[in-house]
């Protein structure tokens, strides 16, 4: 039973077994390495996919966060003011429930949701209560903060080096349009009155694309550098807290106890019907 609730809890907080196999399927064999077919894995084009959304999401998270928080601080003086900051905790969680869905689609982690509001009584004032100490919605709201630098961060980082790496790898095929429309031999590294260097030669053309394959294929290990901390982002304040998680292994060990305990409690009062209590009615 404790392999069974081990499973459980397993599965329910997105825990692999430690074998490192997945459901023991084989890993399938490539002709090229890793590192010459990470730029056309549909795994890299998800994780750029990932820290190209991260910066239009990241801006809009920290508006609403930002408003909401000075809107409710704004009005603490009133009785308003609580509601307000109760709905900016609401609309942090929702927005944790939408990031772990986004994770899951681009980043392939899996995330289980914060433990639940523990709302005593029906009403509006319980909710409000209980969004207010709830852990896991401050958390929330704390990644909406702390995304958008972050996001602002890899976007910087990845698009540049991602546009830069192809455009040279792919110079060789295009150099010819500096002569025949920018009147000038091909990219200027510098230029002053007296002098300029321009990549035109076949040497410099071959090395252009060179240093554009080296980028090429770095870009992609930089950006799943990058997207980790995201992933950690997700995991730790938007999942289950480590109390939490206890919590329900402590609750789940009880109600298994409870249940081992019936069962022998069962078993025993079976054993005595059957055996002794017949054998005492036939010995009197």
């Known amino acids: 039973m404790a392999t069974q609730y081990g499973s459980r809890y397993g599965q329910k907080y997105g825990l692999r077994s430690g074998d490192g196999s997945h459901d023991g399927t084989r890993k399938r064999r490539h002709l090229l390495p890793a590192g010459l077919r990470a730029p056309f894995e549909a795994r ?12 239009p999401v990241g801006v809009a998270l920290f508006v609403y966060t930002v408003t909401m928080l000075s809107l409710g601080a704004g009005l603490l003086v009133t009785f308003l003011g609580v509601p307000v900051l109760a709905a900016t905790l ?26 639940p509001l523990r709302v005593q009584r029906p009403g ?26 972050w996001a602002v961060f890899s976007f ?12 040279l790898l792919t110079y060789p095929l295009w ?5 025949l429309w920018a009147g000038q031999g091909g990219i200027q590294l510098y230029g002053d009155e007296q002098h300029a260097v321009y990549l035109d030669n076949p040497f410099e053309i071959t090395a252009t694309a060179l240093v554009g394959l080296l980028l090429t294929l770095a870009t992609p290990w930089i950006v799943r550098a990058l997207t980790t901390v995201d992933r950690v982002l997700v995991r730790g304040l938007l999942g289950p807290s480590r109390l939490s998680a206890r919590v329900v292994e402590l609750e789940s060990d009880r109600g298994v106890v409870v249940d081992t305990a019936a069962a022998d409690l069962r078993r025993i009062e079976r054993d005595l019907h059957d055996g002794a209590q017949a054998r005492l009615v036939n010995l009197a």
């Open 90 to 115: 609401a609309g942090c969680r929702l927005i944790g429930a939408l990031e772990r869905s986004r994770a899951r689609g681009l980043l392939g982690l899996e995330v289980a949701e914060p433990e």
């Open 156 to 167: 910087s980082v990845a698009v540049p080096l991602w546009t830069m790496g192809w455009t």
């Open 44 to 55: 890299s084009l998800r994780e750029f996919g990932h820290v190209l959304l991260s910066l």
């Open 124 to 149: 509006v004032l319980a909710w409000t209560g209980a969004l207010l100490k709830s852990g896991s919605s401050w958390r929330a709201l704390l990644y909406t903060l702390l995304q958008f630098p």
């Open 175 to 179: 150099f010819w349009a500096f002569p």
